[in-house]
C-alpha cells in the first residue's frame, strides 16, 4: 500500500510543481519555498530511504558518533518547520534522520512530515527510555512488539462507578499515607483506548485501540540481534554490574509524563505488563501504522523509574550508545530495496 501511494505521489509531483508556480503571482511564494520543493523532489528520485527518528541531543550525538553517517555529497541535509531532516548513507543504506524533540505532538509532527515529504519505506523510532520491569536493567535494550498511550485518561470523581470502556483503573486513594479507607478526592484515573485513523480501514470510522503494533516482519529481523554486544562501561571507573542485553518483544508504555516514581512503575508494569516507558514512541508507531508504513522502535534503558539516584545522568549517555549500536546493526539486516520512483 505505501509503495503504491509512493508511486503514484512521485507521478503527480511534477503537475502539482507547475500548479504551484502558475498561481504563484496570486499569492507569491517565498523563494525558499520553491527552493525546498525543488530540492525534495532531487532527493527523492534518489529514494527510498529509511527513515530513522530520535529524541533529543543526547540520543542524537550518541547515534552520529556511533554510526558510520555518510551525508549525501548533494544534499547533505534539508530544513523543514524548525528541523533538520538529515540526508545520507549508513552502511550502504539510504537514510533520512531527524531529530523530532520530546513529547508526543513533536513526535507525531515529525513522523508525518517525513512520511509525507520523504519517499522513505519505514521509520525506525528509537531512544532512551525509563525501565518499567524489575528483570531488566539499566543499559539494556528493548524492541517492543507492542506499544500503549498510557496517558490517555478519564480522570473520574471518587462516587464514579466503574466498569465502562476503560482498560484499567489507578485509584488514587490506594495510595494515601498512612493508609485508610482507599478515599481521595482525586477519585480514579481510567486508562482509555485510542482511536485510529487508517489506510487499511473504512474511512472516518476508527478504530478503537489500546495497542499499537510495531511491524511483525522487521521484528523477525530484529530477533537476531539478542546475542549481539552491548557496552557495560561508560568509562573505566564507572561500568554497570551486570553485561547489557537486547530483547525484542516486550511491551512499552509512552505518555507525554517523565516517570519518576516507583509506586506509578509498579501500577504500570501489574496493569499493562509493560517493561519501559517513555514520552514518543507510541505517536510515532500509531502515526506510521495509520499511513500504513513499517514501523520499529528501539530503546535503551537508562534509569529505573522512581529509584531517584540520578542514574539516567550517570548511564544516559551508555543507554543511548547501546541504542545507536542496536540501530545500526538492524539497519544492516534490512535488505537493500532498488528504486521505486519512476522519475528517477
Not at 187 to 195: A, F, K, L, R, V
Request: charged share 20%.
Amino acid at each position: 500500500m505505501a509503495s503504491h501511494d509512493h508511486t503514484l505521489k512521485y507521478c503527480l509531483l511534477p503537475l502539482l510543481f507547475i500548479i504551484f508556480i502558475s498561481f504563484s503571482h496570486v499569492s507569491p511564494t517565498p523563494l525558499h519555498k520553491l527552493d525546498s520543493a525543488i530540492t525534495i523532489r532531487k532527493v527523492n528520485r534518489r529514494g527510498p530511504y529509511i527513515g530513522l527518528v530520535t529524541v533529543f541531543e543526547t540520543e542524537e550525538d550518541a547515534f552520529l558518533g556511533s554510526v558510520d553517517f555518510r551525508p549525501d555529497p548533494t544534499h547533505p541535509f534539508l530544513d523543514l518547520s524548525g528541523r533538520r531532516f538529515r540526508i545520507g548513507k549508513i552502511h550502504g543504506k539510504k537514510v533520512v534522520y531527524v531529530r523530532c524533540g520530546i513529547g508526543m505532538v513533536n513526535a507525531a509532527a515529525a513522523t508525518q512530515q517525513m512520511l509525507d515529504v520523504f519517499n522513505v519505506k519505514g521509520i525506525v523510532h528509537f531512544g532512551i527510555a525509563g525501565n518499567i520491569n524489575n528483570s531488566m536493567s539499566i543499559g539494556d535494550v528493548s524492541i517492543p512488539k507492542q506499544i500503549t498511550n498510557a496517558g490517555l485518561w478519564d480522570w473520574l470523581n471518587p462516587d464514579k462507578t466503574k466498569g465502562g470502556e476503560d482498560v484499567a483503573y489507578l485509584d488514587v486513594g490506594n495510595y494515601n499515607v498512612p493508609r485508610g479507607d482507599g478515599k481521595n478526592e482525586l477519585g480514579t484515573i481510567g486508562y482509555s483506548y485510542e482511536e485510529l485513523y487508517s489506510v487499511n480501514g473504512p474511512i472516518n470510522s476508527p478504530q478503537k485501540v489500546f495497542w499499537i503494533n510495531t511491524t511483525q516482519d522487521w521484528l523477525h529481523l530484529a530477533a537476531g540481534l539478542e546475542k549481539m554486544e552491548l557496552l557495560q562501561c561508560v568509562n573505566a571507573s564507572l561500568c554497570l554490574p551486570e553485561k547489557p542485553k537486547l530483547v525484542v518483544g516486550l511491551k512499552a508504555a509512552t505518555a507525554d509524563i517523565f516517570v519518576d516514581n516507583a509506586a506509578y512503575r509498579t501500577f504500570l508494569y501489574n496493569s499493562f505488563g509493560v517493561s519501559s516507558s517513555d514520552m514518543e514512541s507510541s505517536a510515532v508507531a500509531m502515526t506510521c501504522v495509520s499511513n500504513g508504513y513499517p514501523i520499529i522502535v528501539i530503546r535503551g534503558l537508562s534509569d529505573l523509574a522512581g529509584v531517584g539516584d540520578n542514574t539516567v545522568r550517570k548511564f544516559g549517555s551508555l543507554a543511548a550508545t547501546n541504542t545507536a549500536k542496536a540501530v545500526l546493526e538492524f539497519i544492516k539486516k534490512l535488505p537493500s530495496s532498488h528504486n521505486t520512483n519512476p522519475y528517477a
